[in-house]
């Protein structure tokens, strides 16, 4: 199809001329105009298309895909791995008491605005604060160095799950971590029973079962047959080449999921997104019906009172609503930004942070009844069956599918949640990473997306190689300690929401929530965005410094003071760009100091908010003179 538009063009010069109006739209596809001189010589031209901002960068095919999506990237293996063992770790009940304060107070406060944020601006999280207050752009750099952290040892979880799903099929019909009949079983191996007064006998040893120098068959094979583990970080020992294979696997997996784009990827997030909660719950009722599994769930909502006047549940709580709500990483913002700006976040915002405290506290029913049952079986308390650490997972539910009548196939079904809970959450965590720079530098990367996505893929198979190891799994705590959770978490989140809700202000951005949806938000969010999440926020921040406690692996290994000091830096190589950039900014920009602040903190809003399509067009007066022909080749 062949299109012919005939426009004049304005000469002051000659008399008589009359200027005529006609509407003005933008091109979609490149153009060749051809004009023609007083001499009757043609001269073309190639004009390239104009695309709207909306097509360049995609957006949901539905409005259900954006809430699966936001479903998928905050309900994962934060919620499966990383709550239980954190629950775990401090206490149980305890815990709770602290992740329900933060969730209330300020998760679901900050989830809501973070995707409201980017629903208005229509950009990730490496440029929005820098949109509403310039002087600190460094947020973004900082947002953008902790996923890139949480990016790298995350995949590690799934080079885990993907090596337990591959032995899976090793031994058929059993499961390889069923019995203590193994190359990598030691004398300590015990296959429980719930006679507390049998005896082992293993190598004509006799070791009564209570004692804890017994062990499962599932612990042994997760310390010395998938991990290798050594005495400690100083001896990282050489390569678990089988976990390089499945850490190299992983990483395709999730770069062919997310090679066209996140907002291509919708159909698939719909069955990630609901998948897993078929496995937790037929899992769920058979860890409640396991002998033992009460005292497990005791423990579970029952608080030690006295590990509340400790910093470590507030902070791993805090955090753990954090990372399990993807707050803080632009991972919400990048989603927002590719609503329809009229879209209503606000339904969308609270169903997902409730779905995903609920998978939470599913998750951790599974974990703690079969604590419990394992508990039973070992003669030992709850507290002190297992070692607590980020393997906890990997020690819980293959234990309770051992129970399951056709176990290697609930195995399989289980690693395949878990592989489908890891990777959904990771590729949504690298879009929000590759869209945060490219929405930075729109016309450097944009047209070189893939190749950008596969660097950026590539580069971060080459950093988690470390976490490979045979000493690996220090490496990987030493990473979830500082790099992604803690403090640096927390001092992200705190001025990213004091540039939204003081400098930018409150009621601003309550008007903007209205001007998408056409309601105000109601006195609650206001509240907490402006006092309540500040004050919890920088309140848990000081009380963590104050109470500092180094990192461990499980209970009894302490990192040598080399690797803490590492793992400080890893966590100060996030939070120093916020200051850096500030002082940045007020020396380079023109203008003296005091004024570089009083702009620094002005809003410079790129509005995506269309007019109705009656206000779209612009007339533009043009005369009638110097005839030029615009042939647009639409074939």
């Known amino acids: 199809m062949t299109e012919r538009v005939y426009f004049w063009g304005e000469d002051e010069n000659i008399p008589g001329t009359e200027p005529i109006q006609f509407s003005a739209a933008k091109l979609s596809k490149n153009i060749k105009i051809t004009t023609t001189d007083p001499d009757g010589i043609a001269e073309s031209t190639v004009v390239e298309g104009i695309q709207d901002d909306e097509v360049e960068r995609g957006g949901w095919g539905n409005k259900l895909d954006f809430l699966f999506s936001c479903i998928s990237v905050s309900v994962g293996l934060g919620n499966v791995w990383r709550f239980p063992y954190l629950c775990y770790k401090n206490g149980g009940g305890s815990f709770l008491i602290t992740y329900f304060i933060a969730m209330f107070l300020c998760g679901i406060p900050i989830f809501f605005q973070e995707v409201a944020i980017g629903q208005y601006l229509g950009s990730g999280g490496m440029t929005l604060v820098g949109h509403l207050c ?33 032995n899976c099929f090793t031994q058929l019909p059993s499961l390889p971590w069923e019995n203590c009949d193994n190359w990598w079983n030691t004398d300590a191996c015990f296959k429980g029973s719930s006679n507390q007064t049998a005896l082992k006998i293993v190598h004509n040893t006799s070791i009564p079962i209570g004692h804890n120098h017994t062990r499962t068959p599932v612990e042994e094979y997760w310390d010395s047959r998938v991990l290798g583990i050594t005495s400690g970080i100083e001896d990282l020992g050489g390569m678990q080449w089988e976990l390089v294979g499945c850490l190299f696997l992983a990483w395709v997996f999730v770069y062919i999921i997310i090679w066209k784009g996140l907002h291509q990827s919708g159909k698939i997030i719909w069955f990630t997104a609901l998948f897993p909660y078929f496995v937790l719950i037929i899992l769920l009722f058979r860890g409640i019906t396991l002998e033992g599994a009460g005292e497990g769930l005791l423990y579970y909502v029952k608080p030690d009172w006295s590990k509340l006047a400790t910093s470590g549940p507030w902070i791993d709580g805090a955090t753990q609503i954090f990372f ?8 919400l913002p990048a989603l927002g930004s590719y609503n329809n700006f009229h879209h209503n976040m606000y339904k969308d ?60 196939a609930w195995a399989i079904i289980f690693f395949v949640m878990l592989l ?23 016309n450097l990367l944009r047209p070189h997306r893939r190749k950008f996505t596969l660097c950026c893929v590539f580069a971060m198979f080459i950093l988690g190689l470390p976490m490979v190891t045979k000493g690996g799994a220090y490496v990987f705590q030493l990473m979830d300690f500082y790099s992604a959770s803690g403090m640096s978490i927390l001092w992200v989140c705190f001025f990213q929401t004091i540039a939204i809700s003081w400098i930018f202000g409150g009621d601003k951005f309550c008007s903007c929530i209205y001007e998408m949806t056409g309601r105000r938000p109601n006195k609650f969010f206001y509240i907490s965005w402006v006092f309540l999440a500040p004050a919890v926020m920088i309140g848990i921040f000081l009380f963590y410094c104050i109470q500092y406690t180094p990192v461990t692996y499980g209970k009894d290994y302490k990192y040598p003071e080399w690797a803490e000091v590492l793992g400080l830096l890893i966590s100060f190589s996030s939070m120093i760009w ?19 602040l009083q702009n620094g903190i002005l809003p410079r809003i790129k509005h995506r908010g269309k007019p109705p399509k009656a206000e779209a067009s612009q007339n533009i007066p043009l005369s009638e003179s110097k005839a030029v022909f615009i042939y647009h080749d639409a074939t």
Do not use: R
């Not at 399990?324 to 991972?331: C, D, E, N």
């Not at 489908?420 to 729109?442: Q, R």
């Open 134 to 166: 310039p002087i600190l752009q460094g947020v973004g750099f900082s947002t953008m160095i902790i996923v890139f952290f949480l990016d790298v040892y995350y995949c590690i979880i799934i080079a885990w799950t993907i090596f337990y799903l591959i």
């Open 578 to 596: 916020i200051p850096l950039y500030a002082i940045y900014y007020l020396l380079t920009q023109p203008g003296t100091i005091l004024e570089n």
């Open 324 to 331: 399990a709500y993807s707050v803080g990483t632009g991972a």
């Open 349 to 408: 915002a609270v169903i997902t942070c409730f779905v995903n405290t609920l998978t939470s506290l599913l998750a951790g029913c599974v974990t703690f009844s079969i604590l419990g049952h394992i508990a039973l079986t070992q003669g030992s308390t709850v507290s002190d069956v297992v070692k607590s650490g980020p393997g906890l997972v990997f020690l819980t539910y293959p234990e309770v599918v051992l129970k399951l009548p056709g176990s290697p």
């Open 420 to 442: 489908i809970l890891g990777i959904d959450s990771e590729f949504c965590n690298v879009e929000s990473f590759v869209t945060g720079l490219v929405d930075y530098w729109p």
